[in-house]
């Protein structure tokens, strides 16, 4: 059993975990070992709440498969047992950022100063830019 939250746990047979060469750090031990992971979580077949799978789906982005599978490859340890590890801690923290609801935006007005401040602005800038056209006042 994974925890999430206090409230959100995942089951360890929901991962499926698959070990494939990896390049980078290791020397002759890249060449002879399976020590990258690949980690495949099936969020549709999983039992997290609806809005949070919604959620996980738009954070996960290209790291999602057709089938709605999450897949995760770590290859930057030179051991299995580490990159085993760092795939399911970036597994655990995007789901802790997937649970998190965002919050829910209140419209707000301007206050009348603020537009004021704006409309000011907008004035002095027009100014400015007139001034900056040729002829027009004859001073030339």
Not at 93 to 105: E, F, I, N, S, W
């Amino acid at each position: 059993m994974i925890r999430i939250t206090d409230t959100i746990s995942i089951e360890e047979r929901e991962l499926e975990e698959r070990f494939v060469r990896a390049s980078g750090p290791g020397g002759q031990n890249v060449n002879k070992v399976s020590t990258a992971v690949e980690l495949r979580f099936d969020v549709r077949a999983s039992a997290l709440p609806y809005d949070m799978k919604q959620r996980l789906i738009a954070l996960a982005g290209s790291r999602m498969t057709g089938e709605d599978v999450l897949l995760i490859d770590s290859r930057e340890h030179r051991t299995q047992a580490q990159n085993r590890e760092a795939a399911r801690a970036r597994l655990v923290a995007l789901l802790q950022h997937a649970a998190k609801r965002p919050k829910t935006r209140r419209p707000t007005k301007p206050k009348r100063a603020a537009k004021e401040k704006r409309l000011e602005s907008k004035r002095q800038r027009s100014e400015v830019k007139s001034l900056r056209g040729r002829g027009g006042s004859g001073d030339d």
